[in-house]
């Protein structure tokens, strides 16, 4: 087992154990590497990150709304996480925009908030994401090399990454910004 199926392991083992909390806890003595102020609220169901640039649907698919409190987080397999996207783009689109895609690794990498954790990502402008288990895995489009089939994912309950071929798991999309 490699580093980083024991980090993810750990990531599941613990996330069973710890009681589902409503809010990130975040540790007092680690500084934010995502404060509110690096992100933008469009106002639209979207969110800029003006680091990397990039646009996030503010809400994992399957829920919408304010707060994203309406409906609830869909599980996808790698295919179709893939085609969630061609679906919401074909479809209209989402916030005047039909150029959404999942994130590849190191974009979904980029949401995580190392000093928080159930889930480790800024809820104020990410709520609602889910945390538990498989419930907090995030589905990259990146594929794992030599592994055909596989993809790299991200674990929101600690930020553990892991590689997997025939789970389902949660989508958020994302898009270049301005």
């Known amino acids: 087992?490699?580093?980083?199926?024991?980090?993810?392991?750990?990531?599941v083992?613990?996330?069973?154990?710890?009681?589902p909390l409503a809010q990130a806890a975040c540790k007092?003595?680690?500084?934010?590497?995502?404060?509110?102020?690096?992100?933008?609220?469009?106002?639209?169901?979207?969110?800029?990150?003006?680091?990397t640039?990039?646009?996030?649907?503010?809400?994992?698919?399957?829920?919408?709304?304010?707060?994203?409190?309406?409906g609830s987080a869909s599980d996808f397999t790698w295919a179709?996480?893939?085609q969630q996207a061609q679906t919401v783009n074909s479809g209209g689109g989402?916030?005047?925009?039909?150029?959404?895609?999942?994130?590849?690794?190191k974009e979904l990498k980029s949401l995580i908030e190392i000093a928080c954790y159930m889930p480790a990502i800024n809820m104020t402008f990410f709520p609602a994401t889910?945390?538990?288990g498989y419930l907090s895995v995030f589905w990259s489009s990146s594929p794992v090399a030599l592994h055909l089939g596989y993809a790299w994912s991200v674990s929101?309950?600690?930020?553990?990454?892991?590689?997997?071929?025939?789970?389902?798991?949660?989508?958020?999309?994302?898009?270049a910004g301005r």
């Open 1 to 11: 087992m490699n580093r980083r199926s024991r980090g993810f392991l750990c990531a």
């Open 13 to 19: 083992l613990l996330s069973a154990v710890l009681p």
């Open 53 to 70: 640039k990039l646009m996030w649907k503010q809400c994992a698919e399957g829920l919408s709304g304010a707060g994203c409190a309406t």
């Open 28 to 51: 007092p003595n680690i500084p934010l590497t995502r404060p509110d102020a690096r992100y933008v609220d469009n106002n639209d169901g979207t969110v800029t990150d003006t680091v």
């Open 94 to 105: 989402f916030a005047g925009h039909t150029d959404w895609r999942l994130p590849n690794f």
């Open 156 to 175: 929101f309950d600690f930020g553990a990454e892991s590689a997997d071929g025939d789970g389902s798991y949660r989508v958020r999309l994302v898009r």
């Open 130 to 132: 889910p945390s538990g």
């Open 80 to 82: 179709a996480a893939l």
